[in-house]
């Protein structure tokens, strides 16, 4: 997973929406459709025994990477003064889904799953291998309203300061069937939800370049934001359960972007990347014995790249 990211990375793949086309005066209008992709924190719920004390398997069922679909749009109107304000909104709806076969490892007696609460349990004997499928779904959506100053540098080239307002909503969604691959029947089934909402303030800097056949632009932001969050899990199947925790917490963002724009007479068509990096994103701790499941700090990069569409008033 971390190659695939790589890529992402390499090729310049943003959290945010499309960032606004080069403009002279009055109002414009963009928008755009992107591929998109998160890395989240892993996701091990499994347990190991000796035979006597449980402990955690440090193995994954799921790496956290999901991709998909990303739409966003850009409404904004800018002064002849230079003075510029816009309000921009995204959403992404990026899944993925891993599907494991977890044999009991050298030094460990039994496999099997410890229920959220740190107490019941079910570890199978010696020599099981367990059989996982894990859904991870991510529904993300925001929006952003700024204002900012353009300066001139030369004819075709200007630099502009903005600060402004973010919200995000990132709900992850983990669904995890787990059972002994020689007996299908005995099933573990469980579900974990992590609705995350962040409210925070913004600054940055965009650098416009507006040629007569092409524009060109690249912004970069620094953000600070409180994150509020929701925990729900449910056990069903050969463990049953349930769970609800909260924690607040604060976080940092840093995003850069950029595009390049080919005029149309008052439209334009163009392509947009950028990566966005947030230093708070929640997890899951899975359960230890007498241990509950409990949540933690984690970080987040995320990327995208696509088609923009934008036309000026």
Known sequence: MPGRFLVL?????CLAAVP?????????????????????????????STGVVEYRDTRTVHDGFADG????????WKTEEGVFFEARGFFANPE???????????????????????????????????????????EQYGGELLAGYEIPLCQDLSVSPFVGYSFMELDQDRSLLAYPSIAPIVAFNRSEKLDSTSHGLEA??????????????????????NVHTEYHGQ?????TGSMGLQRDDWGGRARLEGGLDLP???WTLG?????????????????????????????????????????AF
């Open 235 to 239: 056990d069903w199947g050969m463990l």
């Open 264 to 266: 149309l007479g008052d």
């Open 9 to 13: 990375v390499l090729l310049c793949a």
């Open 20 to 48: 606004a086309m080069a403009q002279d005066t009055g109002f414009y209008a963009s928008a755009g459709a992107s591929y998109y992709a998160i890395q989240l924190p892993d996701y091990s719920p499994m347990a190991l």
């Open 69 to 76: 679909p990303m739409a966003g749009m850009t409404l904004g």
């Open 204 to 225: 940055g800097l965009r650098l416009d370049y507006s040629g007569e056949s092409v524009r060109a632009r690249l912004a970069g932001t620094l953000g600070w934001a």
């Open 96 to 138: 993925s889904r891993q599907d494991h076969l977890l044999p009991t490892p050298a030094g460990a007696a039994d496999i099997g799953m410890l229920g959220l609460n740190g107490v019941a349990s079910v570890i199978m004997g010696p020599g099981i291998t367990m059989a996982t499928s894990t859904k991870l779904s991510v």
């Open 271 to 311: 392509l947009d990347a950028g990566v966005e990096y947030l230093s708070f994103v929640p997890g899951i701790q899975s359960s230890a014995p007498l241990v509950p499941t409990s949540l933690t700090s984690e970080d987040s990069v995320s990327g995208k790249l696509g088609l923009t569409v934008g036309y």
